[in-house]
């Protein structure tokens, strides 16, 4: 998740992107789920919607 945050550019680094995850700052899906491990590994990424606080919002897009 900390690398995913930092390739939709809504953290500035690893750390910064580490930092938000353990303040649980983190959610993802339609469900808006809190990620609170920074290692934890998502799958079915595509058209995810990932929040970073309330304004930073992003959506997975893989492919063409």
């Known amino acids: 998740i900390v690398h995913l945050l930092v390739k939709l550019k809504l953290a500035p680094s690893n750390g910064e992107a580490r930092r938000k995850v353990q303040e649980n700052a983190v959610k993802v899906g339609p469900n808006r789920e809190v ?5 934890q590994i998502l799958t079915n990424l595509d ?3 990932v929040r970073l606080g309330a304004k930073n919002i ?3 897009k893989l492919g063409s």
């Open 35 to 39: 990620i609170n491990d920074p290692k």
């Open 47 to 49: 058209g995810l919607v």
């Open 58 to 60: 992003a959506r997975v």
